[in-house]
């Protein structure tokens, strides 16, 4: 884990266009209140459609705090599971 991120944000994302940047713009605004290092891992799952096209506008804007992996299907358990051990944010262990 790397000590400078302190919190993990994980969404996996399946043909949820209509509320992603929804989902996006709240995230991003409340973590603009919080005083320490964050990363928000973006799993697109398998979408079709404009989802990639949407992620890739708030990664050119937020380069340092949005991941985005791209996957075929693998569904919700194992979608959150890949973020999880994609993340960088500070075990509670």
């Known amino acids: 884990m790397n000590e400078d991120i302190l919190l993990s944000i994980i969404i996996p994302v399946y043909n949820t266009e209509e509320y992603l940047e929804r989902c996006l713009d709240s995230v991003i605004k409340a973590l603009k209140k919080i005083d320490f290092n964050t990363e928000v891992i ?24 949005i991941r985005y992996i791209v996957q075929e299907n693998k569904g919700r358990g194992a979608t959150r599971n890949i973020g999880v051990n994609k993340s960088k944010g500070k075990s509670l262990d």
Do not use: A, H, Q, T
């Open 42 to 65: 973006v799993i697109n799952d398998g979408s079709k459609g404009n989802v990639s096209e949407i992620i890739k506008k708030y990664l050119n804007e937020f380069p340092n705090l």
